[in-house]
């Protein structure tokens, strides 16, 4: 059974356009992660979600806004994209915002051209 | 800030070799460690957890260990295999609860 699962799994939209990537998890984890990976394979956390509320806020450009229907489901939103939002965007989960290991999503590959 | 440094980035041994992969960290305040597996276009897959007061944690042929007062971890990959042919990464968890990683080690076990 699948722990975290993201869709789309592979995103290719031109610039300005507006996308959505969803996130699940089935673990019944509290916290929620959006990480981005760039073409030099850093990773970097962009925001993190406790039971629906925003807990960490990376220094992301507002056109990224995640949005938690419910403490499974952590979704980003991106407006007006640009090219270098490019990259592939990972979703994880851990039991809570403390001393849990975080578990990882499949990812997203995201191409703006 | 917290800056967590992997070196070498690509390392190449032939297989059934005992291997080694370094992480350190700067800030020894920290929450926990992990070591984490990244298939080429596949997500992360966990290996292992030590929390801050623990010194080693061990899963079949993976060992790692955390020395926090030096800021650094070792990953211990017994009798290697092609399988294990992958990048790891190491992470960080500071008091700020945010996960740093390193920029990983390409590991490639030849036949």
């Known amino acids: 059974d699948t722990a975290v699962s993201q869709t789309p799994k592979y995103l290719v939209t031109q610039m300005g356009n507006d996308k959505s990537i969803k996130c699940e998890q089935n673990?019944?984890?509290?916290?929620m992660y959006w990480y981005k990976q760039d073409s030099k394979k850093f990773l970097k956390i962009m925001f993190s979600y406790n039971n629906k509320e925003l807990i960490i806020n990376e220094t992301v450009p507002n056109r990224f806004s995640p949005k938690s229907p419910d403490k499974a489901h952590l979704n980003l939103h991106i407006n007006s994209l640009e090219l270098g939002d490019s990259a592939v965007y990972f979703c994880?989960?851990?039991?809570?915002?403390?001393?849990?290991?975080?578990?990882f999503g499949p990812g997203t590959r995201l191409t703006v051209l | 800030k917290q800056e967590v440094t992997q070196i070498p980035a690509a390392l190449s041994v032939p297989e059934g070799e005992n291997l080694v992969l370094n992480c350190s960290f700067t800030d020894s305040a920290i929450y926990n460690l992990q070591w984490f597996r990244q298939d080429p276009g596949k997500g992360l897959t966990s290996l292992l957890l030590?929390?801050?007061?623990?010194r080693e944690q061990t899963s079949g042929r993976l060992n790692a260990s955390l020395d926090k007062s030096s800021g650094r971890s070792t990953l211990y990959i017994a009798a290697s295999q092609p399988g294990d042919s992958a990048t790891y990464l190491c992470a960080v968890k500071g008091a700020n609860s945010k996960l740093t990683f390193g920029k990983g080690i390409t590991l490639s076990v030849r036949p």
């Open positions: 673990l019944g984890h509290d916290t």
């Open positions: 030590i929390q801050s007061s623990q």
């Open positions: 994880a989960s851990s039991q809570d915002h403390g001393y849990n290991e975080q578990f």
